[in-house]
């Protein structure tokens, strides 16, 4: 078992710019530096937190699969199916990944630009896709596909297409499917046949969402066009009602560019993409801490059920941009 040890901060800030490049064709860096960003003040009006200090817990990372060329190697977003098998989205080789609890690859087959994945409520493994440095992300190229993660030979086929600019991905308890766009507002919202529920989507009206994670009957979603580095809470039922929980950059010029976020233990834990952290949020609170710091561009994170004898109490499952997947036990 190792520990995450931080990069020198040139050398990230040099990696973090190089990905920031391959991944934001349609502009997504333009708008941070020049007015597509808000302000802590700007956001909500709220004064600027104090720096996030180490959370109390103590954290260890072991390396569940080494990664290739930073960037190149990509893995972007993962999901448990509860029968055994880790899923990954591998954005840059355009494929998915099915992992056994060992760290052997299973099976994999294509996808053009996976991005978030989930399993939905009938048991069959929602992806998204299109989402991809080389296709424009204002397009319409983008969909959602599903497989069944019990087959032998997995095939994925299209649920829904002709989306434009999408990321993560969350599933309620009713089979709604709700999508990320880190360019534009709204959430989109999904029905289980397949239609778009435009009023909901115009509800929730937030700018740049990228992760999402649904508890109980609220959705969160980390927003990565946002200088102050914000939480935010949307009820299912009411959309318009969406508030932030937190802002986690004490400092406008420190964009912590959040990326996916899960639901451990009662809190919430957020990947800073660019500080290399894993975040803790209490979302009742918007209390925070760095529970993690040293990771390679962590892009997603999620709690292991079904999976073997890793222990969804205590345990974390990371993807980075560096192709590492890594396992956090808390504790």
Known sequence: MTQATSL??????????????????????TSLLVGGAQTPAQATGAQAPAALEPCAERASVEVFK??????????????????????????????????????????????????GI?????????????????????????GIMRFDPAAARPKPEKFVDGLAGIN???VDAD?????????????????????????WTRAADV?????????????????????ASPVVRIPLKNPAGHTTVTEL?????????????????????VASFRDGELIRVDPATGRSCVLVSGLRM????????????HDARRELFVVEASGRIVKVTVG
């Open 8 to 29: 020198p901060h040139g050398h990230l800030r040099h990696r973090v710019a190089r990905a920031a490049r391959a991944v934001t064709a349609a502009g997504l860096l």
């Open 66 to 115: 080494e990664g290739g060329v930073p960037v190149l190697d990509w893995r972007e977003n993962l999901e448990f199916d509860g029968r055994g098998t880790l899923w990954v989205a591998h954005i840059m080789k355009h494929r998915v990944e099915g992992y056994a609890p060992d760290g052997t690859l299973r099976t994999s087959f294509p996808v053009n630009g996976p991005g």
């Open 118 to 142: 989930r399993r939905g409520p009938d048991g069959m493994m929602y992806v998204n896709y299109g989402v991809n440095p080389l296709t424009s992300g204002l397009s319409g190229g983008g």
């Open 168 to 170: 993560g991905l969350a």
């Open 175 to 199: 089979g709604n499917f709700y999508l990320s766009r880190e360019l534009t507002t709204g959430v989109i919202k999904i029905r289980p046949d397949g239609t778009k529920d435009e009023a």
């Open 207 to 227: 700018f740049g969402t990228n992760g999402l994670e649904i508890v109980g009957d609220q959705l969160y979603s980390s927003v990565i066009t946002n200088a």
């Open 249 to 269: 950059s004490p400092n406008p010029l420190d964009i912590k560019l959040l990326d996916d976020l899960t639901s451990f233990d009662g809190d919430l834990v």
């Open 298 to 309: 962590p892009s997603s994170v999620r709690v292991p059920r079904g999976f073997g004898d």
